[in-house]
T-cell receptor, first 111, second 114 residues
Framework: QKEVEQNSGPLSVPEGAIASLNCTYSDRVSQSFFWYRQYSGKSPELIMSIYSNGDKEDGRFTAQLNKASQYVSLLIRDSQPSDSATYLCAVNRIAGYALNFGKGTSLLVTP | IAGITQAPTSQILAAGRRMTLRCTQDMRHNAMYWYRQDLGLGLRLIHYSNTAGTTGKGEVPDGYSVSRANTDDFPLTLASAVPSQTSVYFC?????????????FGNGTRLTVT
């Protein structure tokens, strides 16, 4: 079983819509969850971190965590073409060091 | 500007040659990491260091070695490159190595082994 799973997409949404990106993880004791954005040919950049159940909002981004369901999501409100990128979900590793990354979901925001 | 510097940006390397990818950070982070990113496989951890003087193996360490002589530098060495090591290599750092701190990435090194 893969440790961090994401739908590879592409997920296509119209400009101005809400994009919903999902991630599941296998280790029930995971405590730290991160969302990264990666533009083509660039390095991953941190968008959000979340550690507690519930929602965390930062501008147009909302991260949602449900540890009981081992599920973390990222909502992007008022999606813009500049949001078109691959979004990586990351979870702390069982051993406690570094992060495990999902393979990413490709998001395309169409004008 | 604070951050992580990787060098070279890209490199074409003949199989069997030795190569060191450089990584330097100026954020005084304790932990540093090397990942490789391949299409369809995502980011995979090669080696890590939780603090200067210590290193550990990730999920794909074979063919690679690292050292952490000081806080700032974390070079990755390919002793004898093989074509399967063609990849994009990212160095990253975090304030702590306990998995609770986010990783910050360098711009990457695109390596082609022919």
């Amino acid at each position: 079983q893969k440790e961090v799973e994401q739908n590879s997409g592409p997920l296509s949404v119209p400009e101005g819509a809400i994009a919903s990106l999902n991630c599941t993880y296998s280790d029930r004791v995971s405590q730290s969850f991160f969302w990264y954005r990666q533009y083509s040919g660039k390095s991953p950049e941190l968008i959000m971190s979340i550690y507690s159940n519930g929602d965390k909002e930062d501008g147009r981004f909302t991260a949602q965590l449900n540890k009981a369901s081992q599920y973390v999501s990222l909502l992007i409100r008022d999606s813009q073409p500049s949001d078109s990128a691959t979004y990586l979900c990351a979870v702390n590793r069982i051993a406690g060091y570094a992060l495990n990354f999902g393979k990413g979901t490709s998001l395309l925001v169409t004008p | 500007i604070a951050g992580i510097t990787q060098a070279p940006t890209s490199q074409i390397l003949a199989a069997g040659r030795r190569m060191t990818l450089r990584c330097t950070q100026d954020m005084r982070h304790n932990a540093m990491y090397w990942y490789r990113q391949d299409l369809g496989l995502g980011l995979r951890l090669i080696h890590y260091s939780n603090t200067a003087g210590t290193t550990g193996k990730g999920e794909v360490p074979d063919g690679y070695s690292v050292s952490r002589a000081n806080t700032d530098d974390f070079p990755l060495t390919l002793a004898s490159a093989v074509p399967s090591q063609t990849s994009v290599y990212f160095c990253a750092s975090s304030a702590s190595g306990n998995g609770n701190s986010p990783l910050h990435f360098g711009n990457g090194t695109r390596l082609t082994v022919t």
